[in-house]
T-cell receptor, first 114, second 112 residues
Framework: DADVTQTPRNRITKTGKRIMLECSQT?????MYWYRQDPGLGLRLIYY???????NKGEISDGYSVSRQAQAKFSLSLESAIPNQTALYFC?????????????FGSGTQLSVL | KQEVTQIPAALSVPEGENLVLNCSFT??????LQWFRQDPGKGLTSLLL?????REQTSGRLNASLDKSSGRSTLYIAASQPGDSATYLC???????????FGQGTTLQVKP
């Protein structure tokens, strides 16, 4: 089983719909991140969480919200999806005490907003 | 604001060639630098991580170097193979904010 699991793997939705992307990890890491990847723009940080009670905005948080339900779970929500949120979304984890803060990624969720 | 640049954006080499991928960053206040590999439609796999106090890291045919003063890192791939074809990304973690900033990647094609 993967250490960082994202669900769903693919999602097609319509403009205005509420969407939740979920991420769970079995690595025991304290830090979790949400990134989006767009062709030509690379990976950009949406939100990050250094522990369950700590949530921080990244570069492009507008239109998104997150919830850290437990150390192992970090979900990303699009309250009202719009077409320019079509992208490949990645969840990642790292450990502030071990492995030198090496980042581990999930397999990604391809989201299409029509 | 930290900016990370990878040049070239794409590279094609014949099998067996040694090659170097480049990564430059604008702010030398970094905690570490990490190199990743991404296959099409897949997630990122960590290849090497260099702490700010280190100069290089090696794993098999891969060697990554770090020069903070010049804002540069290189990823050296020895004896390239078709299976090395992928996009390679570098990412810099700021020592001030803890954020990880990515370059846009270099897409490598190794031809048999």
């Amino acid at each position: 089983d993967a250490d960082v699991t994202q669900t769903p793997r693919n999602r097609i939705t319509k403009t205005g719909k509420r969407i939740m992307l979920e991420c769970s990890q079995t690595k025991g890491h304290d830090r979790m991140y949400w990134y989006r990847q767009d062709p030509g723009l690379g990976l950009r940080l949406i939100y990050y969480s250094f522990d369950v009670k700590d949530i921080n905005k990244g570069e492009i948080s507008d239109g998104y919200s997150v919830s850290r339900q437990a150390q192992a779970k970090f979900s990303l929500s699009l309250e009202s999806a719009i077409p320019n949120q079509t992208a490949l979304y990645f969840c990642a984890t790292s450990d502030s005490y071990r492995e030198g803060e090496k980042l581990f990624f999930g397999s990604g969720t391809q989201l299409s907003v029509l | 604001k930290q900016e990370v640049t990878q040049i070239p954006a794409a590279l094609s080499v014949p099998e067996g060639e040694n090659l170097v991928l480049n990564c430059s960053f604008t702010d030398s206040a970094i905690y570490n630098l990490q190199w990743f590999r991404q296959d099409p439609g897949k997630g990122l796999t960590s290849l090497l991580l260099i702490q700010s106090s280190q100069r290089e890291q090696t794993s098999g045919r891969l060697n990554a170097s770090l020069d903070k003063s010049s804002g540069r890192s290189t990823l050296y791939i020895a004896a390239s193979q078709p299976g090395d074809s992928a996009t390679y990304l570098c990412a810099v973690r700021s020592s001030n904010t803890g954020k990880l900033i990515f370059g846009q990647g270099t897409t490598l094609q190794v031809k048999p």
